[in-house]
């Protein structure tokens, strides 16, 4: 059974930081791309940022570029999102979700093949 769990998430004030982790099993870690969106309240969910977990390829939404840090413990089957310098505006839930490597569109969730439940990040101003 395909599982991406998605944890780490909190209250926090803005400035602040916190991690959040995606655990993955069920399926060839290293043959997919992990992706982080985010979906705040009213908003339509967005792709935040992604790794190649065969290349280690990463890139980022403009949003959050110099803020954020992603990573991966293959090993673990782990893949963090290392969140720094946070914003009120940066309050929303973070999904991880996985896709196959190839053709694919890391920033299309359409492209996604497996979703995690979500993990709620709210940064108090």
């Known amino acids: 059974e395909v599982q991406l769990q998605a944890s780490g998430g909190g209250l926090v004030q803005a400035g602040g930081s916190l991690r959040l982790s995606c655990q993955a099993s069920?399926?060839?870690?290293?043959?997919?791309?992990i992706g982080w969106f985010r979906q705040a309240p009213g908003k339509e969910r967005e792709g935040v940022s992604y790794?190649?977990?065969?290349?280690?390829?990463?890139d980022y939404a403009d949003s959050v570029k110099g803020r954020f840090t992603i990573s991966s413990d293959n090993a673990k089957n782990t893949v963090y999102l290392q969140m720094s310098s946070l914003k009120p505006e940066d309050t929303a839930v973070y999904y991880c979700?996985?896709?196959?490597?190839?053709?694919?569109?890391?920033?299309?969730?359409?492209?996604?093949?497996?979703w995690g439940k979500g993990t709620q990040v709210t940064v108090s101003s």
């Open positions: 790794i190649s977990l065969s290349d280690g390829d990463t």
């Open positions: 979700a996985a896709a196959v490597e190839g053709d694919y569109n890391p920033w299309n969730e359409g492209d996604m093949d497996y």
């Open positions: 069920g399926f060839a870690f290293d043959d997919y791309a």
